[in-house]
């Protein structure tokens, strides 16, 4: 896991919106949050580095962040809302990825909100699904961001 990139994470977060009921503000902002960690990471090392990579055409699926020299996802869920769904989705994206590549993926780093994220990803089924995929060669780490 590479600190640079959750520290890019934890930059772009900054901008979280914090206010509001507002669904549509919220989510146009966590789209940009997303994408300002994305511009960041590549800013780090472009030929490292790659964003939005693509599971399989018939998937439609794609990784946020590729570490390539450490075969490493990054998965950013800015909203911590949900993060148990889209933590699942994004394991299988991985899993996925492993079974059609020769090049495997090692790690997956999951980022997301504290608040929200940790109440439901720090339960006993996600942390013993953590523990049977280390028995397949893919280590998963879970990061969460607070909001300041």
């Known amino acids: 896991m590479n600190t640079k990139i959750i520290d890019a994470a934890k930059e772009a977060f900054r901008q979280r919106l914090t206010d509001g009921n507002d669904v549509a503000a919220h989510t146009r902002n966590a789209q940009a949050i997303a994408k300002d960690w994305r511009r960041r ?23 946020d962040v590729l570490d390539k020299s450490e075969m490493c996802a990054y998965e950013f869920k800015v909203s911590g809302k949900n993060a148990t769904a889209e933590f699942y989705k994004d394991v299988v994206k991985i899993l996925l990825w492993n079974e059609h590549r020769k090049e495997k993926i090692r790690e997956l780093v999951f980022i997301t ?16 699904y953590i523990k049977y995929l280390q028995h397949h060669d893919l280590e998963v ?3 969460y961001i607070a909001v300041t």
């Not at 580095?49 to 399989?56: G, L, T």
């Not at 909100?113 to 013993?128: I, V």
Request: glycine fraction near 2%; proline fraction near 12%.
């Open 141 to 143: 780490k879970l990061v």
């Open 41 to 63: 990471v590549f800013e780090l090392d472009p030929d490292n580095y790659q964003y939005e990579v693509p599971i399989s055409p018939e998937f439609d699926q794609r990784i």
């Open 113 to 128: 909100e504290e608040s929200w994220g940790r109440q439901f990803l720090d339960t006993p089924m996600p942390t013993a």
